[in-house]
Each structure stands twice: as structure tokens, then as C-alpha cells.
């Protein structure tokens, strides 16, 4: 009948999951996988029938801003180019978008780990 088919088979992995798992966890485990089912089922359901109680989208026109209501402003120019040294070759590279990192490590360090 198969692996699966047998009453024996399924008697072997029970013990082995109430002694990996042990008998306080084991109905946790099953709650959640029944609930992760339950919601597996309804999100299937959702998929092939529109809801009801979906919200409608209304859509509107805005009149898009003059140019007197708004000035452009030009992005203050930085000249400083910001830069990281990697911890463990003491590479430097370019930080053009200037975020501050704690410990940084290049990809070639990366890759040889």
C-alpha cells in the first residue's frame, strides 16, 4: 500500500513527534496548523467570489497645481560625498545616500565568509 498506507508507519511517527515535540507543545502545533488551514480555505474562497462588503473606489479628478500656487525649489546641492570603510578589509566605498551603518562589511568579505 505504500509507505503512508500502513497503521504502523503512522504509530512510528507520532511517538517520534511526541518525543521531539513533547506532549505540551503538540496540541499548539496542531491548533495552529488547523487555524493556518482554515485560512487557507477562506483566502481560496476569496480568491473566485467578489465580496460584498469590498469597499468601492470613487475616483476624483484633481486639478493639477499652477505653477504660481507652486515654486520649485531647487535641492540644495552637497558637494561631500559620504563614504564606509568596511570592518574587516578596510575597503572605502561611496555612501551616496549618506545611511549610517553600525558595522559595515563589503561583498567581496561577504562572499569569502
Known amino acids: 500500500m505504500g509507505f ?4 504502523t508507519h503512522w504509530i ?19 491548533k495552529g496548523l488547523g487555524e493556518g488551514l482554515k485560512g487557507f480555505k477562506e483566502g ?3 480568491l473566485g467570489e467578489p465580496s460584498a462588503s469590498a469597499p468601492t473606489v470613487q475616483q476624483t479628478q484633481v486639478a493639477p497645481p499652477t505653477a504660481a500656487s ?17 570592518s574587516r578589509c578596510g575597503g572605502r566605498f561611496e555612501n551616496p545616500h549618506g545611511f549610517k551603518v553600525a558595522d559595515f562589511v563589503c561583498r567581496n568579505c561577504q562572499a569569502r565568509s
Open 12 to 30: 512510528l511517527i507520532l511517538v517520534l513527534l511526541l518525543v521531539l515535540f513533547g506532549a505540551k507543545r503538540l496540541p499548539e502545533l496542531g
Open 44 to 46: 481560496l474562497k476569496g
Open 70 to 86: 507652486t515654486p520649485i525649489q531647487p535641492a540644495p546641492a552637497s558637494n561631500e560625498t559620504s563614504y564606509v570603510v568596511c
Open 4 to 7: 503512508l498506507g500502513e497503521p
